[in-house]
Structures are given as structure tokens and as C-alpha cells.
């Protein structure tokens, strides 16, 4: 009786400390691990397909500059001291090129041997796109016609491309494809990391992460090890790069870029807009800019002055919405320009009415235009093209080595999840709290990511019933439930 009882005990502490040894061995990591499986095998074609469109668009400003030499640039003036043509009389040559559109911009030249770009409004063009007329602003001649999108003014190759990255040329729902891969990029870039990070043996952890080889055990690295190592390395190497594109890919996108804008909003972050009311008792500054080029044209000359006069070239200048409104004059986009200032010009006397300076932004609305300018190649120039066109073939260069690892293990399920409570350890509340605030930031995040969950649950419960229906006899069957049941740790 005594030896059964101390038995029992004995069974019963051995039961008790397994479990201890159960949760303390509890890892968030074979979740990750699974998480990570799947979403590279969903999100990587999308990822791709953004990578190649993204590398098209970045070297595209460069293209369009060295393909629209004949419209983009004019010879300078033998005689420096030449005056040009008044601007009202360029945007009046422009006018009669396009008969009655209305006025909708105009983008003076950075210096002598740039063309002047009138922009015209024109309903049968897609949204965000302009007529544009280029003339000499020493002769007054017409050089050519096309058309103009965005405040950058992207020429037709251009915005092509920037559609083609925005949507694939699907239109709206084109745009879930762009939110997709920049969501999934962003947590597959620090998954990966974290799933890295725990694989590498102390000392240089850190530098071994960004290894793309294994040093002198190199030549016995083969195989799968070697696509992992290829795979994971340059992943850190282009993860500052990835996190990047994610956050200003999310900034553009559809339902997320909204989330973010009412943030920005909520937390004073918003790029602010300069004031184009005119001041009380101004008598009106434009009439008539729909139907009479001569009506709006007394009022370029003066504006166009006091542009240039209170901000540094190239500027845009954009017409006044109605009666009440003032012109605003912009410092227009262009390579290595970190900011843009404003000013709202009366057209009754080409006085400005006020001023709002790029210094004087709330800094998350400086960053945020860093960030895009950045991203379209814009920012510095060449270089920032190139720095692009790389980032786009690592990410590319990551996504195939993933898949490669993938064909390597026979196409084989993802890593075994045995252990679900090592979600409700800190890191694995941290993880759940990350999931769920990043789906609610990104919905089409949060969406595929449940989505993803349930038909692997789904398919779990499935292909284990189904082996135990095919067991070929009552103990092959036994021993299979005996299996599950092992797999789930004691309470």
C-alpha cells in the first residue's frame, strides 16, 4: 500500500513537472514560423509583381527627362540679359493650341534652358491628368502637346508606370493588389527577422545575420542551409528598404491610406494648405477664365513676378478657383528640393496675401513628404533611382529564394504548431496585440490574415481526420489517436 501510494506521487510529480517543462518550453516561434510560411507563399507573387512595376517606375523620371528632350528643354539666349517672352503671352500661344479648356496650371522652367509648361483642364482625360501645351519662354513658340499627371507632372511613359504600380491597370480594385504586398512585406520583413535573429549562436549574433555565407563552413554549406542563409541575409540587408516601401506603400494605398490620413489629422500631422481667399472688400482678381484667354491673362504677368520674386524656380502657378480666390504659387517637385514653399498671390495687383513656409510644418508632415519623394525617385535625384532599382531586385532576389526553400523541402506543409499557449506568454501576447493593431491599421492585412488562419485550421482538422478514417486497421487507427493525443501537451 505504501510502495502504490509512492508511486502515484511519483507519477503524479513527473506528470506536474512535465507540464512546468511544457510552458517554460512554450515558443512563440513555431507559430511565427508558420505564420511566416504561409504568408510568403501568398504575398510573394504580389510583392513581385510590385517589385518589377516599383523598378520600372523609379528609373521612369530619368527615362522621361532623357526621352522628352525636344519638350522638356529650349536653347538659352546667345544674350543672357534677353527678355523673355511675357508669360501671359506663352499661356496665350498655349491657349490657341487647345481652343477653349479652361487654364489649369502653369509650370515655369528652373532656368533658361527649360520650357515653360501650360496646363489645361480637359474632361476626357482620366482623373489626375492635364493637357499640357510646352512653349520657349524666349520665343513664345509651341514645342508640342501631351499630357500632364500629378504634381510632379508626369509625362504619358510615366504615369503608365505609376498606374501599373498603383493598381496593375485594373483601376480601383487593382489598388488591394499594391495594399496587399505592402502590408505583407512589412511583417514578413520583421518575422523574418525575428525567426533570423533566434537561429544565430552568440557571439556576433548581429553580423551573422547579414552573412551571406557561412564563412570557412561555406563549401559544406549546400543546399537548402545555403537558400535559407541567402534568403534570410539579404532579407536584413534590404529590410530598412522594405519597412520603407510598406510605410510609404500603406501612406498611398486605399483603405489603409485613409486610416493614416485620419491619424495624421486626429494628431495635427497633416500637410497644411496655403490660404487662397482673397481679403475682405478685394475687388475680384479673374473673371471669364473659361471662355476668354485675354479676361485672365492681365493678371499672369503681375502674378507671375511676384512668384518669382518671393520663391526660387521651377514654380507652379495655379489659377484661381472662383471670384473669391486667390492665385497659389508652388515651388513645383524636383530632385534633391527637401521641402516647398507657397504663396497666394492677388491677381488684382500681384500682391501676395500670404505665405506658408516649408520649415513651418509640423515635422511628421515634413517626413511624410521626405518619405514620398523619396519613394517616386524624386527625392535625390539618380542616385535614388538606382537605390531603388536595387531594393527591388534584393526584394525580388528574397521572394524567389523563398520559394526555392519551399521546392526544396518537396513542397512540404509549414512548421508543426504543438503548443498554443505559448500565445499567452508576454511574447505571444505582444504578437497578438501587434497582429490585431496592424490588421486594424490595415484591414486587408487583418482580413487575409484571418482568412489565412481559418483555412489552415480547416485544413488541419481535415487532413487529420481523414488519415484516421484511412488507418487500415483499429490499431493503425489507435496508434494515430494515441499520436494526437500525445501532440497535445497535459494541462
Known sequence: MTLSTSTAREESSSKSSGSVASRKRASIRPILARL??????????FIIVASLTGLGYAIAPTVETMSNQHLLTVSAPSDPAASDVPVSQQVAAAQSTVGELPLAGIMLG???????????ADESLPKGT??????????GEVL?????????GALPFRQWLSIGHKNLWLGEPGRFYSEAAAAWMGFLAVGGAVLWF????????????????????????????????AHSALGMWAIAGMLFLTITGLTWSGVAGENIA??????????????????????????????DTAAFARDIDAVALTAQDKLTLPITLIPPKDETSTWIAQETRAPYRAGYDAVTISGVDGQATSRLDFADF?????????????????????????????????????????????????????????DLRALLSVPGIILVTALVAYGVLAPLFGITLLV????????????????????????????????????????
Not at 206 to 229: I, V, Y
Open 452 to 491: 489565412m488562419v481559418a483555412i489552415d485550421l480547416l485544413w488541419k482538422y481535415l487532413f487529420r481526420g481523414k488519415r484516421r478514417i484511412q488507418a487500415s486497421s483499429p490499431d493503425e487507427a489507435s496508434a494515430e489517436l494515441s499520436q494526437d493525443k500525445a501532440a497535445v501537451p497535459s494541462s
Open 262 to 291: 485620419t491619424i495624421r489629422k486626429d494628431m495635427g500631422w497633416s500637410t497644411p494648405k496655403p490660404e487662397a481667399t482673397l481679403p475682405a472688400n478685394t475687388p475680384s482678381s479673374y473673371t471669364g477664365i473659361h471662355a
Open 36 to 45: 511566416h510560411f504561409y504568408a510568403g507563399i501568398f504575398a510573394a507573387p
Open 110 to 120: 528652373k532656368d533658361a534652358e527649360s520650357s515653360t509648361r501650360v496646363l489645361f
Open 362 to 418: 509640423p515635422f511628421m508632415a515634413k517626413l511624410t513628404y521626405w518619405l514620398i519623394q523619396a519613394h517616386m525617385g524624386l527625392l535625390f535625384g539618380l542616385p535614388n533611382q538606382l537605390l531603388l532599382v536595387a531594393l527591388a531586385l534584393a526584394i525580388i532576389a528574397v521572394a524567389i529564394k523563398g520559394y526555392q526553400m519551399w521546392f526544396s523541402r518537396a513542397r512540404r506543409s509549414a512548421p508543426e504548431v504543438k
Open 144 to 152: 508640342g502637346t501631351t499630357t500632364s499627371y500629378g504634381g510632379s
Open 130 to 139: 492635364k493637357r499640357a501645351v510646352f512653349v520657349n519662354p524666349h520665343t
Open 198 to 229: 533566434g537561429v544565430q549562436r552568440a557571439p556576433g549574433r548581429l553580423a551573422s545575420m547579414f552573412r551571406l555565407r557561412e564563412g570557412e563552413q561555406s563549401s559544406r554549406s549546400t543546399g537548402r542551409k545555403a537558400l535559407m542563409r
